[in-house]
């Protein structure tokens, strides 16, 4: 799909709900996520809807109880800097990355970094040591970090969900 002259691989609600299902498949047959996981919401403003459906549909993992989530802000793609709610302001990304991940990330849980697929997992993964983690994203561009769980890799363009507004600047760069 083109916008404005910008090639996008475009993502229909259809399709962003069948592929969160192949998702929830594939990380319930794995068997690797149970009552000790944590779930990481990875920019809250794009995968949120991915992360509730991923926690109320594995919740018989958890005894039928909701996994705890932790949201992450992360940056728009074109910016350095990400907003830090805890100190309001804007703080370099990777400065937030590293403090964020040793704040909140506790050796004696596991981890499960969910992404909606726009975003850079790899500053995350040069952070984490000795944890036990998994990224999972629907979707994930040719050439970038491929996560333990995805369902498709894209060629084409940047991703557009039904719902994003194509005339944002912030990650339209």
């Not at 940056?75 to 350095?80: A, K, S």
């Not at 983690?133 to 040719?142: D, G, L, M």
């Not at 769980?149 to 760069?173: A, D, H, P, R």
Request: hydrophobic share 35%.
């Amino acid at each position: 799909m083109k916008v404005q002259n910008k090639e996008y691989y475009y993502i229909s609600a259809e399709k962003e709900r069948v592929d969160a299902e192949k998702l929830i498949y594939i990380l319930s047959h794995d068997k690797w996520v149970d009552r000790e996981t944590i779930l990481v919401n990875c920019a809250p403003d794009y995968s949120s809807i991915l992360t509730q459906n991923i926690n109320h549909r594995l919740s018989h993992l958890n005894r039928n109880d909701l996994f705890e989530v932790i949201p992450f802000q992360m940056p728009y793609p074109i910016m350095n800097q990400v907003w830090n709610s805890e100190t309001l302001q804007y703080e370099k990304n990777d400065y937030y990355v590293k403090t964020w991940l040793n704040k909140y990330i506790n050796k004696d849980y596991k981890y499960l970094f969910i992404s909606s697929g726009k975003h850079n997992l790899d500053k995350i993964k040069l952070c984490l040591q000795d944890v036990d983690y998994r990224f999972c994203s629907p979707y994930v561009a040719e050439g970038a970090l491929i996560p333990t769980y995805y369902v498709e890799i894209f060629k084409t363009g940047q991703l557009l969900y039904s719902w994003e507004n194509v005339n944002n600047t912030n990650w339209n760069g």
